[in-house]
C-alpha cells in the first residue's frame, strides 16, 4: 500500500503513515513539508497533485495528532544514509 491508500486513526497508523512517506519520498522527506513541494530530481515535475497533497496533508495533520512524525521517521531516515 503507498502512502495515497492511507488511512490515520490511532497511533499505530500514523506511525505507518509516517514510515512510507520517508520509504517513498526518501531522505528528503519532512514532516513540515507541504506535499505540494514535493518534485521529482530528474525533472522538477511535482510528485503530487493539488488534490493527492491536499489528502495527504490531511493525513500528516492527523499523524501529529496521535504521534511525533519526527521520532517515527528518524530511524527510517537514518537507515537511507550509509555508515561510516
Given at each position: 500500500?503507498?502512502?495515497?491508500?492511507?488511512?490515520?486513526?490511532?497511533?499505530?497508523?500514523?506511525?505507518?503513515?509516517?514510515?512510507?512517506?520517508?520509504?517513498?519520498?526518501?531522505?528528503?522527506?519532512?514532516?513540515?513539508?507541504?506535499?505540494?513541494?514535493?518534485?521529482?530530481?530528474?525533472?522538477?515535475?511535482?510528485?503530487f497533485t493539488d488534490t493527492e497533497a491536499s489528502r495527504l496533508d490531511s493525513l500528516m495533520v492527523q499523524a501529529f495528532e496521535?504521534?511525533?512524525?519526527?521520532?517515527?521517521?528518524?530511524?527510517?531516515?537514518?537507515?537511507?544514509?550509509?555508515?561510516?
Open positions: 500500500m503507498g502512502i495515497l491508500e492511507s488511512t490515520v486513526s490511532d497511533r499505530e497508523s500514523a506511525a505507518q503513515f509516517i514510515v512510507q512517506c520517508v520509504r517513498e519520498i526518501g531522505a528528503g522527506f519532512h514532516p513540515d513539508t507541504p506535499f505540494a513541494d514535493y518534485v521529482f530530481q530528474t525533472d522538477g515535475r511535482r510528485c496521535h504521534c511525533d512524525p519526527y521520532e517515527v521517521a528518524l530511524p527510517d531516515q537514518l537507515a537511507l544514509f550509509p555508515s561510516e
